[in-house]
Nanobody, 122 residues
Framework: VQPQAFGGGLVQAGGSLTLSCAVSGLIFRSHAMGWFRQAPGKEREFVATINKTGVRKDYADSVKGRFTLSRDNAKNMVYLRMNNLRPEDTAVYLC????????????????WGQGTLVTVSS
């Protein structure tokens, strides 16, 4: 079981990207999903989380109003739309699955992918 994140790349400040996460090997609709990011030399940081139905979402203060999280349970996919990107958003973005519900704590997630790199140039 491994969520597979993709869609990262190089973008200028103020630009947009959509990250996707494909999940297989588990009952996707029974798991909350989360996005975290890790910049070089920094700790893993919570970005956003969504419950199993997609109704409840929570965002880190640093991305509220700029990032939008959604999921498609029919396709086992999660999407993170990122607008108005800033250089400080540069990081490896990882998606993760949790059977315990949406959470901003990485310890609540049992399944992690390898991440996709987002680089925002100034």
């Amino acid at each position: 079981v491994q969520p597979q994140a993709f869609g990262g790349g190089l973008v200028q400040a103020g630009g947009s990207l959509t990250l996707s996460c494909a999940v297989s090997g588990l009952i996707f609709r029974s798991h909350a999903m989360g996005w975290f990011r890790q910049a070089p030399g920094k700790e893993r940081e919570f970005v956003a989380t969504i419950n199993k139905t997609g109704v409840r979402k929570d965002y880190a203060d640093s991305v509220k109003g700029r990032f939008t999280l959604s999921r498609d349970n029919a396709k086992n996919m999660v999407y993170l739309r990122m607008n108005n990107l800033r250089p400080e958003d540069t990081a490896v973005y990882l998606c993760a699955a949790s059977r315990w519900g949406p959470s901003n704590s990485p310890e609540m997630y049992g399944y992690w992918g390898q991440g996709t790199l987002v680089t925002v140039s100034s």
